[in-house]
Every structure is written in structure tokens, then in C-alpha cells.
């Protein structure tokens, strides 16, 4: 099972819009519309912050928002502010009751 | 509240068994659909997704890690149980549980984590 891919890195000004990608195959982010994000701080547990585009859990910011065309989902944070600062995980499922999380983002808010 | 505790030695020698226990309240692993699953991450590197057992005792496991990974529940003491065979120093990280299913297949909560290192 191979990582999903997702940039290493990507950067952003308070109050810009980024979007981080996560991009897999046909078997799984294409395949299912079952993919979630996860936003890391250092040194802390990730948390659940969306799932497939429209799912926020409790407490969770809609500044985050996602999508997915084909094998790509991507996750959307508008109006960055500095707290968005962190790695930011997708993971989808792939199949046989099996998951696959992407290789990780680092978000800089400049 | 839902919470998840992960329990286990910090440090094993190579080639020892890992076992790690998954503690948890708030729901019920006999709920229909409910899961619990385990997830790792070396230092400074991505989360990595081992293995998964549901209400029904079904398990799955990472398909490069299956031949060394077990996962099993108690329901009457809500735990689950990872056992990872044939440490290895690349197998150094953090090991967290966290509740999905029944309804909900996302990751939450996780527990805080366990760090384990493998070294002789």
C-alpha cells in the first residue's frame, strides 16, 4: 500500500485561501467517496476536522471545506489565520476494509 | 465523552512482540457497526493506518504489515489489543487508537498516542 499523495509543504498569508491536494487512485480516493482530513499540531494527537466536503465535526471552523474530481481530493481553508498552522492529513478508504492516509502537509501561515 | 487511552511499554528490544492496549469509555464496541482501529507514526514522518476491528469481531489490517499485526477486543473491559511481532528500529514512533464506524467513517476522537522506541 503506497501513500496517498499530498504536497510537502504549501504556505499562505493570514485571511488566503489554500488548498491542499490529496491524490490517489482508482481503488481508492477514486473509487470511494469516503475520504477524511485530519489537522496535526506539534506534538499533539491528530483531530478530525472534515469529511468528503460538506462534514464538520463539532467545534470545527467551516473555513474548511473539500472536494474530489476523479482520483484528487483536495481540502480548502479560507481565511487562514494563524491556529491553521499544522500538518494536515487526508485518508481514504481503499477497499477490503482497509485505509491509507496521504504523506502529510505542512501548512505555514506567513 | 468519548475518549481513547493507549497503553504499552516505551521501549522494546528488536525482534521482541509489541503489545499495546486501546482503553476506552464513552461508547460500546458491542454497538452495531462501532470500531476501533490503530494508527502509528515514526518521528517527524506521516500517520500510517495498521489495523481495525469492528463490533463483530471482523479485523483488517495493513496489507504490508498483516503478517506481523493482531488486533483483538474485549468488549467487557473496552479494550482492543494490538500486537505487532518482529520489532524493528524502523517500527520506532507513535501509536495512537481511535474510535470510527457505525455511521461515521472518520478517525475521532484519537487517543493521545503512546510513544514506543525499538532499540537493543
Known amino acids: 500500500q503506497s501513500a496517498l499523495t499530498q504536497p510537502a509543504s504549501v504556505s499562505g498569508s493570514p485571511g488566503q485561501t489554500i488548498t491542499i491536494s490529496c491524490t490517489g487512485i482508482?481503488?481508492?480516493?477514486?473509487?470511494?467517496?469516503?475520504v477524511s482530513w485530519y489537522q496535526q499540531h506539534p506534538g499533539k494527537a491528530p483531530k478530525f476536522i472534515l469529511y468528503?466536503?460538506?462534514k464538520w465535526p463539532s467545534g470545527v471552523s467551516n473555513r474548511f471545506s473539500g472536494s474530489k474530481s476523479g482520483n484528487t481530493a483536495s481540502l480548502t481553508i479560507s481565511g487562514l489565520q494563524t491556529e491553521d498552522e499544522a500538518d494536515y492529513y487526508c485518508?481514504?478508504?481503499?477497499?477490503?476494509?482497509?485505509?491509507?492516509f496521504g504523506g502529510g502537509t505542512k501548512l505555514t501561515v506567513l | 465523552q468519548v475518549t481513547l487511552t493507549e497503553s504499552g511499554p516505551a521501549l522494546v528490544k528488536p525482534t521482541q512482540t509489541l503489545t499495546l492496549t486501546c482503553t476506552f469509555s464513552g461508547f460500546s464496541l458491542s454497538t452495531s457497526k462501532m470500531c476501533v482501529t490503530w494508527i502509528r507514526q515514526p518521528p517527524g514522518k506521516a500517520l500510517e493506518w495498521l489495523a481495525l476491528?469492528?463490533?463483530?469481531?471482523?479485523?483488517s489490517y495493513n496489507t504490508s504489515l498483516k503478517t506481523r499485526l493482531t488486533i483483538s477486543k474485549d468488549t467487557s473491559k473496552n479494550q482492543v489489543v494490538l500486537t505487532m511481532s518482529n520489532m524493528d528500529p524502523v517500527d520506532t514512533g507513535t501509536y495512537y487508537c481511535?474510535?470510527?464506524?457505525?455511521?461515521?467513517?472518520?478517525?475521532?476522537?484519537w487517543g493521545q498516542g503512546t510513544q514506543v522506541t525499538v532499540s537493543s
Open positions: 481511535a474510535r470510527t464506524g457505525a455511521g461515521r467513517p472518520w478517525f475521532d476522537p
Open positions: 468528503e466536503g460538506n
Open positions: 485518508c481514504s478508504y481503499a477497499g477490503n476494509s482497509t485505509w491509507m
Open positions: 476491528i469492528d463490533w463483530d469481531d471482523d479485523k
Open positions: 482508482s481503488s481508492d480516493v477514486g473509487n470511494y467517496n469516503l
